[in-house]
């Protein structure tokens, strides 16, 4: 007997888990389209050079990695930016730009499994590529903001950085790119003292490790007030200083362009993923310690890919986790399609009931036939379980005179109708 | 540098591709949700005793088989069936029946890339669970016809067997259920002679050759003239004598009810899969030699994974492929969708833009913000390339009279309209 349990940390979706996660993605494909993004799908299974080539140590350690049946080293995607890199060094490459990809999928990591956090996980991914300004900093927040507010989530926040303003300084005090990848996996899993520490141990000047501690610790709601007080401390680091110009620019552009959503500005705040060079954000709600999706810009990652260089922003949100959101926030799921039930009586009927399913669908009608053969009152039993919104029952009697019962599952009344009037009739009642 | 390829037999879909696959996709669950179907989706991960269980040799030695971190055995699911009866021997081993199941999405098999054949290839499942009767097998066929309908493909045209009336005559004669399997395999990759000389290696009687003969090279378009010519030849063989009978009540039923499709009925037509027990059929169109889709019974299926004894039937269509057959009939693809540039010229005219297009958004009006700060100019020339149907163009002349020029693309005209008002004016000339 084969093996019944799904491989630990992945799970199945069961229908209503199913639907849920659908309506996300649904509208993450909605938002995209809204913002003028266009999808690319990419393979699941890529060379595992080219995955592991950017996304860290942490992350390629733990990838879904083998060899196929021809001997190639290949693994399954732990996230969707390697592939558009690849695109854009390949295909897309000369395309003009700006670019606006989305893709939508699922990702493999060997994680330990978690509340929320499973080995094959769902995102969906925006990508504009080719602009450095403001701009495009700002429609990634707005789309942000819209998919969640489309979705209905109540007192979501955004956390919001800038990578530009650590590694400005540390850059400055000498630090390598390497040595500052380090730093930034320890600020993200927030092991600020080790951080302190083996900056410390590098080097960095006393006056250095002082600023590093005080953007460390800046944080608030009002971005005026944050960068303006750390745009002084900033003096000594010209381009710490740059950086914080930028995310002061692109958080009042935000918010002069009506764009409201509560944030924390952190200037400490880093993410994992080596290749942010700009502003990063996560979104996340107080029932979840997870973020909801996060994305920043990365502006040299299609050149460390051998493509032109080129300046590039993105988000990815985890479609399973906001799904959970949902489920946490206890929103209203979608309205339940209506269906109808048609159950005949006897083979005659069959024939004619069949007919009139066809019809109905036609005309975009949801159809449960009955293909068990049960007598009537089973067959409304199952269809009163499953929550159907109207049943057709078609017996030798009805079939003669033309007509078919139609009964409201809900209120149990019924009426005979016409066959012939009967799509129009549910036309109308189902919206 | 790392690899630019893909993965020998896999590929990208570029953003016009990638919208005629999910035109697909999308078509397939909007018939799915008009036959009553629930989808459910499970791991692309699962554990190789799972899959390798009921698929057969040629599938299992073609999976994607490795060992993950943990040292489990796993593989990338080569179809959905197995994980689907795993949901039917566990969590849904108790939903009252029928369940109609609905699954979409990527299989992997390590077969020779050749035309419309990828080694990741994309699938759409139905599956009606608990059912034995006609109604269901009429069910399955009639939302093949209404999925390829409403794609508008043309001249397609359905193959159609059951495995019964092979099966039923070789079981008679004591081939044993393994040789069977092999039989139907050399028969569904068209070794008839080889399959003929087998049969006669393996012992079966003269009667049953010739008998077997006949099943082979009986073909025709109409099923009462084909299956009650069968009938005659099958006296000796009641097992296959019953499945004539419901192979002849299934398309009777079909063709009553007003199910049309063109159709050409082949005894000796087999499917590789082990697991068919019923009605079989594929749906093919001229263009191309590889079917677009197939299915058919499995009533043992669930049984053979440790479930209850449970009829069931389904059937798959290939995505990628009826992508293809759409292209190879040169359909109109999908109406473009209209979008909306918006170019600001300034800084001041930046912030009221983004404020536009919010709020055009919020109407459902997509649009493509300047995130590239160029000219008026080169952003009009990106436009039309992009085909973009209108452009909104503000400037500071116009941002202090609060007006906006909205520029037709196509006609190069263009007004000067209130800003309060675009939003409607675009509502209404936007569909």
Chains 1, 2 share one sequence.
Do not use: C
Request: hydrophobic residues 40%.
């Amino acid at each position: 007997m084969p093996k019944f349990q799904t491989i630990r940390g992945m799970r199945d979706f069961l229908p209503s888990e199913a639907e849920k996660l659908r309506h996300v993605e649904g509208t993450t494909q909605q938002i995209a389209n809204l913002y003028g993004f266009k999808e690319v799908i990419t393979p699941l299974v890529e060379h595992y050079d080219l995955l592991s080539a950017k996304s860290g140590d942490e992350i390629t350690a733990r990838m879904y990695a083998f060899k196929d049946l021809g001997g190639r080293k290949v693994a399954l995607r732990p996230e969707f930016t390697a592939s558009i890199a690849r695109l854009m060094a390949t295909a897309l490459r000369n395309q003009p730009k700006p670019l606006r990809l989305f893709s939508s999928g699922t990702l493999y990591r060997y994680d330990e499994p978690q509340f929320g956090r499973y080995r094959e996980f769902w995102q969906s991914n925006f990508e504009i590529i080719g602009s450095p300004r403001p701009e495009a900093d700002v429609e990634v927040l707005s789309l942000t903001k819209h998919l969640l507010d489309t979705l209905g989530l109540q007192n979501y926040w955004f956390k919001i950085g800038h990578m530009g303003i650590l590694r400005g300084l540390l850059s400055k005090e000498g630090v390598t790119d390497e040595q500052q990848n380090t730093l930034m996996q320890l600020l993200d899993t927030k092991q600020m003292d080790k951080a302190l520490k083996t900056t410390k141990e590098i080097g960095v000047s006393t006056k250095g490790i002082a600023t590093l501690q005080e953007i460390l610790e800046t944080k608030g709601k009002d971005a005026s007030k944050v960068l303006t007080s750390l745009k002084e401390t900033l003096q000594k680091y010209p381009d710490s200083m740059k950086a914080a110009e930028n995310l002061h620019k692109i958080l009042q552009l935000t918010q002069d362009s009506g764009i409201k959503f509560s944030q924390s500005i952190e200037t400490g705040f880093a993410r994992g993923l080596e290749y942010y060079t700009g502003m990063i954000f996560e979104v996340l709600i107080p029932e979840m310690t997870i973020a909801l999706g996060g994305g920043g810009r990365y502006d040299k990652l299609v050149e460390l890919f051998g493509g032109e260089p080129t300046p590039a922003i993105g988000v990815a949100h985890g479609l399973d986790r906001i799904a959970l959101a949902i489920d946490k926030q206890n929103l209203p799921s979608k309205s339940i399609q209506e269906t109808t039930a048609i159950i005949p009586i006897g083979e005659e009927a069959t024939t004619q009931a069949l007919k009139v399913a066809l019809q109905l669908r036609g005309r975009g009608i949801a159809v449960e036939f009955e293909v068990m053969g049960r007598t009537v009152t089973r067959a409304l039993q199952d269809a009163d379980r499953r929550k159907t919104t109207f049943a057709l029952i078609l017996g030798p009697k009805e079939l003669k005179d033309g007509k078919i019962v139609l009964r409201h599952l809900k209120t149990h009344k019924q009426q005979l109708v016409d066959i012939k009037d009967v799509a129009n009739i549910l036309s109308e009642r189902i919206d």
